[in-house]
Nanobody
Framework: EVQLVESGGGLVQPGGSLRLSCAAS????????MSWARQAPGKGPESVSS????????YYADSVKGRFTISRDNAKNTVFLQMNSLKPEGTAVYYC?????????????????WGQGTQVTVSS
C-alpha cells in the first residue's frame, strides 16, 4: 500500500521559513517522480514544485520560484520542500504526491498518489 506522510507544517510569520518532509513507503521510491501541491481555502489544488526520480530535474511554480527548494533523499525514501520568505498567500494545506513514472510533470493532475496533507499558516 502506498503511503505518503507529510510533516513540518505549522504557523509561521510572514518572511519566515518552514521545511516540509514527506516519508514514502509501499513503492520503489527511487523510480517515482514526486511533487508538492497545495490547496488554499476556497480554491482548487495548485502545483508548487516537482522533482524527477533521481533528483536531477525540478519544476517550480512562478509564485514560489526563488523562495522554495525541493529535494529528495532516495536512501531515506523522503522528499523535502524548503520554504523561505513565506507570504500570507502561501497559507494552504500542502500535499506530497507521487507519480508512477520517473519524469516529473508540472500539473498536479499527473500525480497518482496523494498524502493527507499538512497545514501551513502564514500570519502575523
Amino acid at each position: 500500500e502506498v503511503q505518503l506522510v507529510e510533516s513540518g507544517g505549522g504557523l509561521v510569520q510572514p518572511g519566515g521559513s518552514l521545511r516540509l518532509s514527506c516519508a514514502a513507503s509501499g513503492f520503489t521510491f527511487s523510480n517515482y517522480a514526486m511533487s508538492w501541491a497545495r490547496q488554499a481555502p476556497g480554491k482548487g489544488p495548485e502545483s508548487v514544485s516537482s522533482i524527477n526520480s533521481i533528483g536531477t530535474n525540478t519544476y517550480y511554480a512562478d509564485s514560489v520560484k526563488g523562495r522554495f527548494t525541493i529535494s529528495r533523499d532516495n536512501a531515506k525514501n523522503t522528499v523535502f520542500l524548503q520554504m523561505n520568505s513565506l507570504k500570507p498567500e502561501g497559507t494552504a494545506v500542502y500535499y506530497c504526491t507521487a507519480r508512477i513514472a520517473s519524469t516529473a510533470r508540472a500539473a498536479s493532475t499527473a500525480y497518482n498518489y496523494w498524502g493527507q496533507g499538512t497545514q501551513v499558516t502564514v500570519s502575523s
